[in-house]
């Protein structure tokens, strides 16, 4: 059985050069990729923990709820989670972040590589108010490379076909979740309806 391909050379031997594919990785925002941010209200952000471990976390709100400041800084609300704060605290240690934008129906994705910082200066948090309440904090991105990313992923995983789109009974409900894998003895419906009740109360 080979063994694992630990070196970019070694990957090499597998994946062809990608050529002038490398010419689409740009330095900031063009007018598309601001374009294609004033659309999206979804994101996934990828961090790097202290003890080494990659860590993602989708955040979401209105299209447009990350504001494009100019070409190189992007502004991110961050709204009521867990408050594990894991991407926060992640970014407090190592500012490195990575970015994927989606656009319902949309094929395209969107990817922006940079640094961030946590702040709440009172003009930014001000400008993230959304029914009265301001944002926890703001996450401000210094972009260092911008890019498109192909189709082929979405195309194969269907995501946007509702044909596709899988019955919610083939899963327990997330009260139930989080019971077992919490160990609970609170009866998952109850969780169910704390959840629902969190989500409508403390969305913003």
């Known amino acids: 059985m080979p063994g ?17 594919t490398r ?15 004033g659309l999206s209200p979804f994101l996934c952000i990828g961090t790097s923990r202290p003890d080494g471990l990659g860590d993602v976390s989708p955040r979401g ?7 494009v400041l100019d070409d190189t800084h992007l502004a991110m609300p961050d709204r009521p989670g867990n408050n594990l704060i894991d ?14 934008f989606f656009v319902p129906g949309f094929e395209e994705m969107l990817r922006v590589n940079g640094v961030a910082e946590i702040t709440t200066d009172p003009e930014m948090m001000e400008r993230f108010v959304f ?22 992923a979405l195309k194969r995983s269907g995501l946007w076909d509702p044909s596709k789109h899988v019955p919610r009974e083939k899963m327990p409900s997330f009260g139930q979740i989080i019971r077992d894998q919490m160990k609970l003895l609170v009866p998952a419906k109850l969780i169910d309806m704390g959840l629902k009740k969190d989500a409508k109360d403390n969305l913003y």
């Open 4 to 20: 694992p391909l630990k070196s970019e050379e070694a990957l090499r031997t597998v994946y062809p050069d990608p050529g002038q």
């Open 131 to 152: 029914d009265g309440k301001k944002p926890r904090s703001v996450m401000i991105i210094e972009v260092r490379e911008a890019f498109f990313h192909c189709t082929k």
């Open 61 to 67: 709100g209105e299209p447009g709820f990350v504001h």
């Open 23 to 37: 010419g689409k990785v740009l330095p900031a925002l063009e007018k598309h990729a601001r374009t294609f941010i």
């Open 87 to 100: 991407t926060l605290s992640n970014i407090s240690h190592s500012p490195s972040v990575g970015l994927l």
